[in-house]
């Protein structure tokens, strides 16, 4: 595997339910990101964490919920989900030694989520 | 604050045509980064440049070519003879200091290239 990658790719879940969505970046960085991409709508950073620490939430409602164990992998739990949380589910990470971290992210092709 | 304006929603051009994608963005800080992603349909968003504030130089790869004039805050981006394969969603981004590691996106062009 290489680059970032995520997994499903597709989900489909009922208001009720609880679900995981999982990233791992292969490239060796120290930061990792959640985005989501509603339609018609400017990408909204959710998450960031440098150093498996969380450094920015964005005002995300707790039905979402992240988890990063190490410096590659990140997760989004998911439970009790309303519709309009529907969207596509991006995943980044990027290299972050000093200021101006400004490095590249790299992104995954992203989570299709649909909530019924 | 930092804001990032992509004025164009669509385009749409036949192949093989030029086409120029607008980006102005905003910041109060002197040091900052400016970024464009293409997502194709697959929903991926794929890295093509960034560029530093101090950097003005035009810079060009292949089809692609990307004019940042720091005077009127842009950093538009010109596809030469557009192919089919360049419809996509481009989406231009900036990094400043006072942000740390976050991008503020514009809202997206939807460029579409028909034979």
């Known amino acids: 595997e290489t680059g970032v990658t995520q997994t499903p790719r597709h989900l489909v879940m009922g208001m009720t339910n609880k679900k995981s969505l999982k990233c791992e970046q292969h490239l060796g960085h120290n930061a990792m990101y959640w985005y989501k991409q509603s339609a018609k709508k400017p990408l909204e950073l959710m998450f960031v964490y440098n150093f498996k620490e969380q450094t920015e939430n964005n005002s995300v409602p707790s039905r979402f919920s992240p988890e990063c164990p190490n410096s590659s992998h990140l997760f989004l739990h998911l439970h009790t989900l309303q519709p309009e949380d529907s969207a596509l589910y991006l995943c980044?990470?990027?290299?972050?030694?000093?200021?101006?971290?400004?490095?590249?992210?790299?992104f995954g092709p992203g989570t299709r989520l649909t909530v019924l | 604050a930092q804001k990032v304006t992509q004025a164009q929603t669509e385009i749409s051009v036949v192949e093989k045509e030029d086409v120029t994608l607008d980006c102005v963005y905003e910041?109060?800080?002197?040091?900052?980064?400016l970024f464009w992603y293409k997502q194709p349909p697959s929903g991926e968003l794929v890295f093509l440049i960034r560029?530093?504030?101090?950097?003005?130089q035009n810079e060009i790869s292949g089809r692609y070519s990307w004019n940042f004039q720091k005077s009127t805050s842009s950093f538009n981006f010109t596809i030469t003879a557009s192919q089919v394969v360049d419809s996509a969603v481009y989406f231009c981004?900036?990094?400043?200091?006072?942000?740390?590691?976050?991008?503020?996106f514009g809202t997206g062009t939807q460029l579409k290239v028909e034979l």
């Open positions: 980044a990470s990027s290299q972050v030694n000093r200021p101006p971290y400004t490095d590249t992210q790299y």
């Open positions: 981004a900036l990094s400043d200091t006072g942000g740390g590691n976050k991008l503020t």
């Open positions: 910041t109060r800080d002197t040091t900052y980064y």
């Open positions: 560029r530093n504030s101090f950097d003005e």
